[in-house]
Nanobody, 127 residues
Framework: QMKLVESGGGSVQAGGSLRLSCAGS????????MAWFRQAPGKERIWVAA??????TNYADSVKGRFTISKDNAKNLYLQMNSLKPEDTAIYYC??????????????????????WGQGTQVTVSS
């Protein structure tokens, strides 16, 4: 059974950095579109960044130039977050969807595009 487990969240001051990790296991297919989403209190879960199995990346405008998504050959996923702002405070989730569903190529991604999710990790940025 496929499983995604996030780690690396925490509390930082504005301008600081954090690196999130997502360890995956039990993959059924050879390639996946993998992504990070976040959900602030009382708000919907929104897309942050995605990376296709080929390495092609895509970012939400709110994090471009500050966040970097990456993955390794074992399909572990990472999110390097720099220049953090208080509005980045949220629970961060990693997600995966088989590449043959052609999700990563879309301009914007949504929660309903992904079928596999981790449990989330809290990121808090103080001003």
């Amino acid at each position: 059974q496929m499983k995604l487990v996030e780690s690396g969240g925490g509390s930082v001051q504005a301008g600081g950095s954090l690196r999130l990790s997502c360890a995956g296991s039990g993959y059924t297919y050879s390639s996946y579109c993998m992504a990070w989403f976040r959900q602030a209190p009382g708000k919907e879960r929104i897309w942050v960044a995605a990376v296709e199995d080929t390495g092609t990346t895509n970012y939400a405008d709110s994090v471009k130039g500050r966040f970097t998504i990456s993955k390794d050959n074992a399909k572990n996923l990472y999110l390097q977050m720099n220049s953090l702002k208080p509005e980045d405070t949220a629970i961060y989730y990693c997600a995966a969807e088989p590449s043959h569903h052609y999700v990563c190529g879309r301009a914007s991604l949504f929660e309903t595009d992904f079928g596999y999710w981790g449990q989330g990790t809290q990121v808090t940025v103080s001003s």
